[in-house]
């Protein structure tokens, strides 16, 4: 079957503009999380949702960065009035609850 | 709050040579360790988990709580193993966040 889809899988974007970032999860996987991944810093855990929780926002960088799951399957993650250190890849995965996770292709992001 | 360690950014290592990624955690409870691999141009992926106790492309891992460590070892290095490799944890039960370390760049040389 069809593994996590994302799009766009580039965008690039000036300073101080909004983007959204979109993710599909696995049909049937509950938990779905933002990941983004920078030269030298690694995974950087941004949010997580899981079933009909709360989600997990713990990992959010600032309050320019939002993220909701609609109809607990395809999430939006927006990052508004861009900054350039928001360049980055930003992954999605998804999973049943403990179980591996499976993770998309990505969304290369590049702030001018 | 839980916290993967790995040390090296790049391990480069001669074809045939043994292989050792480290990783180190810290966490309180207990948790469940995973390593995930990215070859070149392809998505992240699991390569194993500790409670499976499996061996996947040779690669194998021991959960030693004593000294909260989780390496990667391989006694033979392929040059297909090049990637990047990450340890990751997350709480025992399910439904809890995975984190992730740096990464390692593992690279084979001939």
């Known amino acids: 079957g069809a593994g996590v889809s994302q799009s766009p899988s580039n965008k690039v974007t000036e300073k101080g503009k909004d983007v959204e970032l979109r993710c599909d999860p696995i049909?049937?996987?509950?938990?779905l999380y933002w990941y983004r991944q920078s030269l030298g810093q690694g995974l950087e855990f941004l949010i997580y949702?899981?079933?009909?929780?709360?989600?997990?926002k713990s990992g959010l960088p600032s309050d320019r960065f939002s993220a909701e799951r609609t109809g607990g399957s395809v999430s939006t993650l927006t990052i508004q009035r861009t900054q350039q250190e928001d360049s980055a890849v930003y992954l999605c995965?998804?999973?049943?609850?403990?179980?591996?996770?499976?993770f998309g292709n990505g969304t290369r992001l590049t702030v001018t | 709050a839980q916290r993967v360690t790995q040390p090296e950014k790049l391990l480069s290592v001669f074809k045939g040579a043994p292989v050792e990624l480290k990783c180190n955690y810290s966490?309180?409870?207990?948790?469940?360790l995973f390593w995930y691999v990215q070859y070149s141009r392809q998505r992240l992926q699991l390569l194993l988990r500790?409670?499976s106790r499996e061996s996947i492309k040779g690669f194998t891992a021991d959960l030693n709580k004593g000294e909260t460590s989780f390496h990667l070892k391989k006694p033979f290095a392929q040059e297909e193993d090049s990637a990047m490799y990450y340890c990751?944890?997350?709480?025992?039960?399910?439904?809890?966040?995975?984190?992730f370390g740096t990464g390692t760049q593992l690279k084979v040389e001939l």
């Open positions: 995965a998804s999973s049943f609850p403990g179980a591996p996770l499976h």
């Open positions: 049909s049937g996987h509950t938990a």
């Open positions: 949702f899981q079933g009909n929780s709360a989600p997990d």
């Open positions: 966490y309180s409870g207990s948790p469940e």
């Open positions: 500790h409670i």
């Open positions: 990751a944890l997350t709480l025992t039960g399910g439904g809890n966040k995975l984190t």
